[in-house]
């Protein structure tokens, strides 16, 4: 019977030093900022630090137009806009065409992830569907820009 409750015990302490050893996990905490339009919608903003993406002298954002209409449920309109990363001008016309662009090249229907450069290619994820079907997005980047001011390290010196 000692042998029971010694066992009992140990178990106790066992259970009583995982629970002191485990902490209360809190969700994301995100910084939202919550504003109410003049219509009475509400617009919640979130900062992202990590768009844009720049490469080769030019500036790339994902942007997402909400749907028009009353189905709020529906996806909207994903776009790609470039523009030169020294003066503003947008390019976004050279990287492709499409009926449903305006200021941006329309890539489909969902919210696009961060775009990434990668041998002169752009590529983003869509949380939708692009024209094609499916959900990788992938256009070519415009033009690369290489400033070379020295043929070689000892012209630093």
Known sequence: ???????????????????????LVEGQQVDVKERTLSNGMKLLMLERH?????????????IFTPPKGGDKCK???????AVDDECGTNYSSTLGKHAKSDECLYVGEGILSKIVTFGGKLYANIAGKADDGTDLISKDAIGMEVDITRGTWKESF
């Open 1 to 23: 019977m000692n042998n029971f409750f010694y066992c009992l015990a140990l178990r106790g302490l066992f259970f009583a030093f995982i629970l002191m050893g485990v902490e």
């Open 50 to 62: 990590h768009s844009p993406t720049i490469a080769g002298g030019m500036a790339y954002f994902p």
């Open 75 to 81: 996806n909207g309109a994903a776009s790609i806009c």
